[in-house]
């Protein structure tokens, strides 16, 4: 398994992979493990959670390094990414127990109570585009809970896999808590399919959610799916322009674009698409693109260069079919995956960056004559992740949010995780929530306890 730099189309590493023998090694160590594991007090696994955001506080700059050599964000954003991944743990450590306390019902018996009770081993197939935080968001709920975690990480990103399963065992937990399997993606129905795997968790493509949800479901194991978004940034006629604008261009660009909650369809009321779309593409064709490990870049190279070719292919079809190019369009000169930030405006149902996700740095605007045309051209999509909401009013704004049909509407702000806050989305953009109260109980079993 080979971990290419995509800033330098370099080699890094080329990792051994698991057999199909030792994936069920590990597996039935992880089984074992679970039977212990789940006796443990949430005292004692608080203690532990808190020494992984320990351990992740203390290689701060080295984790944010294997980041960024791996999938080419600037070593700032991967900074960012690990200090989340501190925060979710002691989020977790601080509030499962209370999050999975007996919850008292009422009801014709003398006593009646619903308890939360861990499931077993957990499968997670992750994405790389926020290596560390995806799995970490996934890993502190389950392991709270009781559960115990396998990771199949996206196979360009095998240094962060080993490195998170790192973070926990040197915190303390036991080996056979957590573990990575370094394994292609053909031998996750196998997982999938053995009896000691209770639940699978995948964030990633439609694609890949289809093929895991329909194994999983032929076991009759339950998913959770967080998959692609084609998250719609709405911009009223009373939008506050100059903060609308500046969120806009970060929203879009954060991780080069390879965001699932990125903002990626810009709505704009004819009113204000004139001003908006020169004032994006001001930010856009000043951000600073390059090497991903020095301190200034704002914009890294994209993950891989396939990547990069297929977004190249949907702008270059989008422009054909009328939209126009106002910056970039085109891979920046040299080596490594890097593409210049694009903005494309005259939009129009029919082209690829109206119709499908667009994973990379290009922001797509279009124009609607009023407020009502705004929401429903932003529901006009098969996705339904997140999405933004721009305008002084905010009782208007509230009331219009709540006619988008998305897993989460920010007004006045970008979309963006938080611990504390329900993840996930509808539509083809999956189901079930991670993150907060809601996440830890997608894999528990909640269990009604009756008595006479
Ligand atoms: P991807 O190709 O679907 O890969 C994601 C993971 O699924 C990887 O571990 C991959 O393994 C595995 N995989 C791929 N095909 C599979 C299959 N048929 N069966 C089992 N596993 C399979 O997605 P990506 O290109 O890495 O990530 C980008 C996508 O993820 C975008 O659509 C983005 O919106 C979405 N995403 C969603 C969220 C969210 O929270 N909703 C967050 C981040 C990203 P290999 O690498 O070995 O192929």
Redesign the pocket.
Known sequence: MKAINPATDKLIKDYDEHSPVDVKNIISDVYDEYLLWKTTSFEYRSKLMHKAADVLRKNLDKYAKVITVEMGKPITESRAEVEKCIWVCDYYADNAEKFLADEIIESDAGKSFVAFEPIGAVLA??????PFW?VFRFAAPALMAGNVGLL?????VPGSALAIEEVFHEAGFPKNAFRTLLV??KL??DIIKDDRVKAVT????????Q??ASTAGNELKKTVL????SDPFIVFDDADLPSCVAASAKSRMINAG????AAKRFIVVESLVKQFEEQQAEIMRNMKVGDPLDENTQVGSMARMD?LEELDEQVQKSIKMGARLLCGGKKADGPGAFYLPTVLTDVKKGMPVYDE?T?GPVSAIISVKDNDEAIKVANDSRFG?GGSLWSRDLKKAEAAARKVESGAVFINGMTKSDPRLP???IKK??YGR?LSSYGIKEFVNIKTIWIA
């Open positions: 197939v992750m994405p790389w585009n926020f995806q199949k990480h996206a196979s360009n292609s993606s996750v129905k995948l964030t990633g493509s439609e694609w890949a959610g093929s895991v967080e998959l692609g978004g390879q965001s699932c909650i990547l996700e994973f992740l993840f996930g989305g953009s999956g991670e």
